[in-house]
């Protein structure tokens, strides 16, 4: 039988959890999608004062502004930052290589695979190492750890925190929060801007918590490395035709 503290400590890490599922769903939700109405309702409302408190207020126009015409610009924001050639790609591929569905999104589908879950893209071109659906899985394992705690399995509980662990070591830390500084630099609407801020502070913050000071040295490097680019062979242009 547990002891009243150990009770109490239960009771603070199953709402931890549910605290950090929450809002890695809201940051994967802001990377992987255009803002639609059902979301820009939501940053209208129940999102707008935790945002604000977090350091990423709502910008004022998205509250009072018409909501078509707010959703228009922030897709022509979203295309512009995230789509169109020369945008900050949110692929862990492309930041790490230059190139789409590398190693990395091979990585990325094992571990979804292993841990039940199914990638399904919602367009075509899209892959498992977007750091949207990254963030998504992340905010999954979250979730499962706090059900685990509400249902008194600890062992699973401990297993599954292991692997989100392992998961935002191994397939995040090295390239997530240096990927979204550059992408926040690049913004030009306040909204992604503050997102994206949000999302490299979050990304620290939990690993710090999880990281051995060396390692998080070698993390710091990497993501201070910028994204890979690959220099074109003019040549090679003037072969092909391109």
């Known amino acids: 039988m547990q002891t009243l503290?150990?009770?109490?400590?239960?009771?603070?890490?199953?709402?931890?959890?549910?605290?950090?599922?929450?809002?890695?769903?809201?940051?994967?939700?802001?990377?992987?999608?255009?803002?639609?109405?059902?979301?820009?309702?939501r940053l209208r409302g129940e999102l707008q004062e935790p945002l604000a408190e977090s350091g990423a207020p709502v910008p004022q126009d998205m509250l009072d502004g018409d909501a078509n015409e707010i959703i228009a610009n922030l897709a022509v924001e979203y295309t512009a930052l995230f789509v169109q050639p020369g945008a900050i790609s949110p692929y862990a591929s492309v930041f790490e290589t230059g190139s789409m569905a590398q190693v990395q999104c091979d990585r990325a589908t094992r571990w979804y695979q292993e841990n039940g879950f199914a990638f399904k893209h919602r367009y075509s071109g899209e892959f498992p190492d977007h750091v949207g659906t990254m963030l998504a899985f992340v905010s999954a394992l979250f979730e499962r750890e706090a059900n685990a705690l509400e249902q008194g399995d600890e062992?699973?509980?401990?297993?599954?925190?292991?692997?989100?662990?392992?998961?935002?070591?191994?397939?995040?830390?090295?390239?997530?929060?240096?990927?979204?500084?550059?992408a926040a630099q690049a913004a030009q609407h306040p909204f992604y801007e503050h997102m994206l801020n949000l999302t490299e502070r979050v990304l620290w913050d939990e690993l710090t918590q999880i990281v051995p000071p060396r390692r998080m040295r070698e993390l710091t490097e990497k993501n201070a490395r910028g994204p890979t680019v690959i220099k074109k062979d003019p040549g090679f242009r003037k072969a092909s035709g391109l």
């Open 155 to 182: 062992a699973l509980a401990e297993e599954i925190r292991q692997s989100r662990e392992r998961f935002l070591i191994e397939e995040i830390g090295g390239w997530a929060p240096g990927w979204a500084k550059v």
């Open 5 to 41: 503290i150990e009770q109490v400590a239960h009771g603070v890490r199953q709402d931890e959890c549910k605290a950090q599922s929450a809002l890695f769903r809201l940051l994967a939700r802001t990377l992987e999608y255009e803002v639609d109405e059902a979301f820009l309702e």
